[in-house]
């Protein structure tokens, strides 16, 4: 069953769209604040999220930048504003879709269903490119065979345990690991040292694949929680 969170000040239209997609088979969670909903997928993996523009504290422009920090979970925007300019700011912001109110249940429900499809299209179509020896990504790639990163064609050179770090990120896309649980899987139990040699590593696999590593747009830190490669 997908699960879907609704970011909604206005309880009645929360309960409309929760009821909607309850009927049409989905679990559903309502926040009513940004602050709430950020809680909430912090604590939750969520298929998709439905956010409203007005929301009290943090509007749902700034909940979205912070998601995009971190997720690319499906977020629609749900919003009775119908001006342009709103439009154009929340796709420009990462949003995939934007919905305004009043919508019908067979409205919300078709395009929930359709993006919830392609990004699952889109994973499929990762895991199948990236079942043989090489493993590309975004202009990442890293030959399992040979042990060879390159970014953007420039071969980088990895030491033995960023290497298996980051080819472990990668082989597990978009699933959050602790430090601990990293450090067990890479380093083993028996291993000398300790968590913080996780943060160590991490950040010296950013410096040779990111761009700019103080804004990764591979391996994400997902606050609370650890680190994420990003798909």
């Known amino acids: 069953m ?9 309880q009645s239209i929360a309960n409309l769209q929760k009821d909607y997609l309850e009927i049409s088979g989905f679990s559903v969670t309502i926040a009513g604040s940004g602050a709430e909903g950020l809680k909430a997928l ?9 956010l409203d523009i007005m929301l009290p504290g943090m509007d749902g422009f700034e909940v979205l930048k912070k998601i995009r920090e971190s997720s690319d979970i499906p977020v629609l925007i749900v919003s009775a504003r119908q001006e342009e300019i ?11 879709d934007y919905i305004t109110k009043p919508f019908s249940s067979g409205e919300l429900v078709a395009r929930v269903n359709a993006h919830l499809n392609k990004f699952e299209r889109l994973k499929e179509r990762f895991e199948n490119r990236n079942e043989g020896s090489k493993l590309i990504i975004r202009g990442l790639e890293i030959q399992k065979d040979s042990r ?11 030491a033995q345990k960023e290497f298996d770090l980051l080819l472990f990120l990668v082989q597990n896309a978009n699933r959050v690991f602790g430090k601990e ?3 067990e899987r890479i380093w083993g139990l028996d291993a000398l040292g ?4 996780v943060t160590v ?5 950013r410096e040779k694949i990111e761009a700019n590593p ?3 747009q591979y391996i994400d830190t997902v606050w609370g929680s650890g680190y994420r490669f990003r798909v």
């Open 2 to 10: 997908k699960s879907i969170l609704i970011v909604e000040d206005d």
């Open 148 to 158: 060879r990163v390159f970014v953007n064609g420039n071969e980088v050179t990895m």
């Open 214 to 216: 103080s804004k990764p």
């Open 86 to 96: 709103y439009k154009i700011n929340g796709l420009g912001l990462g949003a995939d």
């Open 201 to 205: 590593h991490i950040a010296r696999i």
């Open 42 to 50: 912090q604590e939750k993996e969520y298929d998709l999220l439905l």
């Open 194 to 197: 300790d968590a913080s040699t």
């Open 181 to 183: 649980e990293l450090f």
